[in-house]
């Protein structure tokens, strides 16, 4: 089982729908859980780390469930602009900064 | 906010010879800086894990005496390929980490990339 594994798409939806992406991870003793953005031949970009309670960024929305290992990202409303690959990303433990990488799930909104 | 930059943002090469990539962190003090790679439509895999002032943690599968990394300062980085050869066209990247008591302490930053091409 591949560490972190994430549907690679592409999704393609229209201007102003609603997109969901999971993730799962297979390292039950990871602690940080973040979502990142990349543009094509860009480098990763932080959009938003993940957190037990769930977190709200404006029209993006993270979930974490530890008991399945899970992580999701919901985008309302999109834009043109959110076209691009999401990464989830996934901290092993406690004092440790290496980061371990989805392949990422193509997005691209159609106008 | 942190900003990493990496030189040169693109590099073509004859196989055999040598790249040096750079990474610094431009307004932060970076303990500890990874360098990435990633090929077309893969994920980024980290290469190896540097802290400043001490040898690189290279990951299992990368040649250490093929990418040398020194990372001599709380600001640079650097990686260098050596005798490159067309398998070892890729997306370099690098990322640092703010000292611990700085903004945020789980945050990597990554500089820009660099596209190296080997003909």
């Known amino acids: 089982r591949k560490e972190v594994e994430q549907d690679p798409g592409p999704f393609n939806v229209p201007e102003g729908a609603t997109v969901a992406f999971n993730c799962t991870y297979s390292n039950s003793a990871s602690q940080s859980f973040f979502w990142y953005r990349q543009d094509c031949r860009k480098e990763p970009k932080l959009l938003m780390s993940v957190y037990s309670s769930g977190n709200e960024d404006g029209r993006f929305t993270a979930q974490l469930n530890r008991a399945s290992q899970y992580i999701s990202l919901l985008i309302r409303d999109s834009k043109l602009s959110d076209s691009a690959t999401y990464l989830c990303v996934v901290l092993p433990g406690a004092g440790s900064y290496q980061l371990t990488f989805g392949k990422g799930t193509k997005l691209s909104v159609i106008p | 906010g942190a900003v990493v930059s990496q030189h040169p943002s693109r590099v073509i090469c004859k196989s055999g010879t040598s790249v040096k990539i750079e990474c610094r962190s431009l307004?932060?003090?970076?303990?500890?800086m990874f360098w990435y790679r990633q090929f077309p439509k893969q994920s980024l895999m980290l290469m190896a894990t540097s802290n400043e002032g001490s040898k690189a943690t290279y990951e299992q599968g990368v040649e250490k005496d093929k990418f040398l990394i020194n990372h001599a300062s709380l600001t640079l980085s650097t990686l260098t390929v050596t005798s490159a050869h067309p398998e070892d066209s890729s997306f370099y990247i690098c990322s640092a980490s703010i000292l611990a008591g700085g903004p945020s302490t789980d945050t990597q930053y990554f500089g820009p990339g660099t596209r190296l091409t080997v003909l």
């Open positions: 307004d932060f003090q970076a303990t500890t």
